[in-house]
């Protein structure tokens, strides 16, 4: 058969799905890459700035761009991989979240970006046993600079995938 549902059945059919507001899956694979590698540098450069902060002496700029540039080649492969992963969890569940209560998607996405990071940040202190492995993560400045990158990150993707109806 023609394999959708039609509402008339004469050559000028109203197609059902066909003025669906969603975006498309190519956008939507887009926005997620954008938003996770967004993500995952800023994480990078923030705690980054924050182990820099905690350090006894004056290190000056060029120390600061030496922490990123080691933390950009030895943590960011890893937290790419880790935020990838919660995002493929986190982000659908935002989804359904926003259209089952009609809530605003970046708002929903938002606390979807920072239930992510509440996540991992807790999995990461659990396989390292007590011990927090991103810098200075477990002290508050540096933490909630953290939950901000995934509140971003998810208002980030809502941004980038909402259409216009």
Do not use: E
């Not at 197609?15 to 995952?40: C, E, L």
């Not at 922490?67 to 790419?80: A, E, M, T, V, Y």
């Amino acid at each position: 058969m023609l394999g959708h549902k039609c509402a008339m059945t004469d050559d000028k059919a109203i197609h059902i799905d066909d003025n669906s507001p969603r975006a498309s899956k190519g956008r939507i694979i887009i926005a997620f890459i954008i938003s996770v590698i967004t993500m995952a540098l800023l994480s990078v450069v923030a705690s980054s700035i924050f182990v820099g902060a905690y350090i006894p002496v004056n290190i000056g700029i060029g120390g600061y761009v030496d922490l990123i540039k080691n933390d950009l080649s030895g943590l960011f492969p890893i937290l790419l991989i880790v935020i990838n992963a919660a995002s493929l969890i986190a982000f659908p569940c935002a989804g359904l979240v926003a259209r089952k209560t009609g809530w605003a998607r970046g708002f929903v996405y938002a606390v979807a970006g920072v239930v992510l990071f509440i996540a991992m940040l807790a999995a990461f202190k659990y396989v390292g046993k007590g011990v927090q492995p991103i810098g200075r993560a477990q002290f508050m400045p540096n933490y909630l600079t953290l939950l901000a990158v995934g509140a971003f990150g998810g208002w980030l993707f809502a941004r980038l995938t909402r259409t216009k109806l």
